[in-house]
């Protein structure tokens, strides 16, 4: 049983920084790929961003270049650095987890957090 808390969320002017975290209870953390999901009221949930075990990461074309996922194994924490931040990017930030990549990517990941509101104002 793996359980997510997602933090760092807040109203931000349209071209500014905030950094996410996502905190992991359970075994193996490691083992298992983490992703980024946001929902806008009104509209489907979307992949965001992903990283694997392997440090591999994947990102939607939106973010590309201004978000950046990274973890920390040994703080059981995975991060989604949001610069340049637009008001598009408005939504709840949800954290996911999953022992398979594919599976985090494609949002049927076996766990998942509370989610955490990010506000952009133009």
């Known amino acids: 049983q793996v359980q997510l808390v997602e933090s760092g969320g807040g109203l931000v002017q349209a071209g500014g920084s905030l950094r996410l975290s996502c905190a992991a209870s359970g075994r193996t953390f490691s083992s298992y790929a983490m992703g980024w999901f946001r929902q806008a009221p009104g509209k489907d949930r979307e992949f965001v961003a992903a990283i694997g075990w392997s440090q591999n990461t994947h990102y939607v074309d939106s973010v590309k270049g201004r978000f950046t996922i990274s973890r920390d194994n040994a703080k059981n924490t995975v991060y989604l650095q949001m610069n340049d931040l637009k008001p598009t990017d408005t939504a709840v930030y949800y954290c996911?987890?999953?022992?398979?990549?594919?599976?985090?990517?494609?949002?049927?990941?076996?766990?998942w957090g509370q989610g955490t509101q990010v506000t952009v104002s133009s």
């Open positions: 996911s987890a999953d022992r398979s990549a594919p599976a985090v990517v494609a949002g049927s990941g076996g766990y």
